[in-house]
């Protein structure tokens, strides 16, 4: 059974795919080991996850996993989200030129980092524009975890109506989808890694996949891993 590890920007993606890409990917016979959060420096010896993205740190992480794993059934993904990428992520200079075409920008950052690490092993995924997108498939969701809120819901309703996927929602400081959110319920921001999580959980994987097609086109490619062997790579990706 090929095996998979995930690197995950934050708490509440570790949770998502413990709790949903986990047991989905079980049926295609791939085995997703713990999640692991990125890694943002290491210090005497020690690696420290969490809280950070700079590139660096996570590419080391990365590449000493790819060093320990050397079989060629186990594959490598990530989790993290395009709002507010670091500065030192490869190829972002470029993909930046590229704000007004999202779906573009992302899928260059993407080959720019897999060409950057340079193993076939490697599936890099980056969330456009972050992970609160996928709350936007269904925002009535959040009505379970927070009571009074149906005015508040249909303001998100109304935005995410307005775009042709939540994955366009912007990454602007104020206009993210997370921003948007602890914009009608503060009490999220605080709650994310629980509330987050269990919403999508709620809205489920098959919604998401429908209603968000960099998302689906990653789940894809995943799946495929349990019968294929020949991953397919982030060009090959574009060019279908």
């Known amino acids: 059974m090929p095996r998979l590890y995930l690197f995950a920007e934050g708490q509440t993606e570790q949770t998502f795919a413990d709790a949903l890409l986990k047991p989905h990917l079980a049926n295609f016979g791939v085995y997703l080991h713990?999640?692991?959060?990125?890694?943002?420096?290491?210090?005497?010896?020690?690696?420290?996850?969490?809280?950070?993205?700079?590139?660096?740190?996570?590419?080391?992480?990365?590449?000493?996993?790819?060093?320990?794993?050397k079989s060629g059934d186990v594959y490598f993904t990530t989790m993290i989200d395009l709002y507010r990428l670091h500065a030192g992520f490869p190829g972002k200079d470029e993909a930046d030129k590229l704000r007004h075409f999202p779906q573009r920008r992302v899928r260059e950052l993407e080959e720019s980092w897999a060409e950057d690490i340079g193993d076939k092993r490697f599936i890099p995924f980056i969330q456009l524009h972050e992970y609160e997108?996928?709350?936007?498939?269904?925002?009535?969701?959040?009505?379970?975890?927070?009571?009074?809120?149906?005015?508040?819901?249909?303001?998100?309703?109304?935005?995410?109506?307005?775009?042709?996927?939540?994955?366009?929602?912007?990454?602007?400081?104020?206009?993210?989808?997370?921003?948007?959110?602890?914009g009608e319920f503060p009490e999220?921001?605080?709650?994310?890694?629980?509330?987050?999580?269990?919403?999508?959980?709620?809205?489920?994987?098959?919604?998401?996949?429908?209603?968000?097609?960099?998302?689906?086109?990653?789940?894809?490619?995943?799946?495929?891993?349990g019968g294929d062997?020949?991953?397919?790579?982030?060009?090959?990706r574009r060019a279908g």
């Open 34 to 69: 713990r999640p692991v959060l990125i890694a943002h420096a290491r210090k005497k010896g020690r690696v420290h996850r969490g809280g950070g993205r700079k590139y660096e740190p996570l590419k080391n992480d990365i590449v000493r996993f790819l060093k320990q794993e």
């Open 133 to 182: 997108a996928y709350l936007f498939v269904d925002v009535t969701r959040l009505g379970l975890f927070y009571l009074n809120a149906d005015a508040r819901i249909g303001r998100l309703s109304e935005i995410s109506a307005a775009f042709k996927t939540p994955e366009l929602i912007d990454d602007g400081d104020d206009t993210a989808p997370s921003k948007r959110i602890i």
């Open 188 to 225: 999220y921001e605080g709650g994310k890694t629980t509330v987050g999580p269990q919403v999508a959980e709620a809205v489920g994987l098959p919604e998401i996949r429908k209603k968000c097609p960099h998302f689906a086109e990653w789940l894809t490619q995943l799946e495929g891993l």
């Open 229 to 236: 062997s020949n991953v397919a790579s982030p060009e090959s």
